[in-house]
C-alpha cells in the first residue's frame, strides 16, 4: 500500500508564489520519477514538472523559467515551488510517482488526491 500526501495549495494572488509538497510512504524499496500534473476544469490533466532519481527535470513549456521541482529522497518527498503565479495556473495538482515496493519485480505509478491552487485577485 502506497499514500501519497499532498500539502500547500490555496488562494493567491497573480504574482505570488507557493510552495507543494507530497510526501510517499508505505513499504517503498525505490523511486524512479516524481512530479506534479495539473488539471483545470474543463481541461485534459497535464505535465507541470518531473525530476529523476539522479535529478534531471523536465517542465512544461507553460511553467518554465517560474516553477522550480525538487525532492528530498531520504524523505521520499517531491516538492514544486511556484512563482510569479498567473490566473491560468489555476487547477488541481496532483502529484505522481513511479516507484517499486518491497517484494515486487516492477515499478508501478500512483498519484495523489490533489490540491487545488487557485490564483486569482
Known amino acids: 500500500q502506497v499514500h501519497l500526501v499532498e500539502s500547500g495549495g490555496g488562494l493567491v494572488q497573480p504574482g505570488g508564489s507557493l510552495r507543494l509538497s507530497c510526501a510517499a510512504s508505505g513499504s517503498i524499496a525505490s523511486i524512479n520519477t516524481m512530479g506534479w500534473y495539473r488539471q483545470a476544469p474543463g481541461k485534459q490533466r497535464e505535465l507541470v514538472a518531473v525530476?529523476?532519481?539522479?535529478?534531471?527535470?523536465n517542465y512544461a513549456d507553460s511553467v518554465k523559467g517560474r516553477f522550480i521541482i525538487s525532492r528530498d529522497n531520504a524523505k521520499n518527498t517531491v516538492y514544486l515551488q511556484m512563482n510569479s503565479l498567473k490566473p491560468e495556473d489555476t487547477a488541481v495538482y496532483y502529484c505522481?510517482?513511479?516507484?517499486?515496493?518491497?517484494?515486487?519485480?516492477?515499478?508501478?505509478?500512483?498519484w495523489g488526491q490533489g490540491t487545488q491552487v487557485t490564483v486569482s485577485s
Open positions: 525530476i529523476t532519481s539522479g535529478g534531471f527535470t
Open positions: 505522481n510517482t513511479y516507484l517499486r515496493l518491497y517484494g515486487a519485480l516492477q515499478e508501478y505509478g500512483y
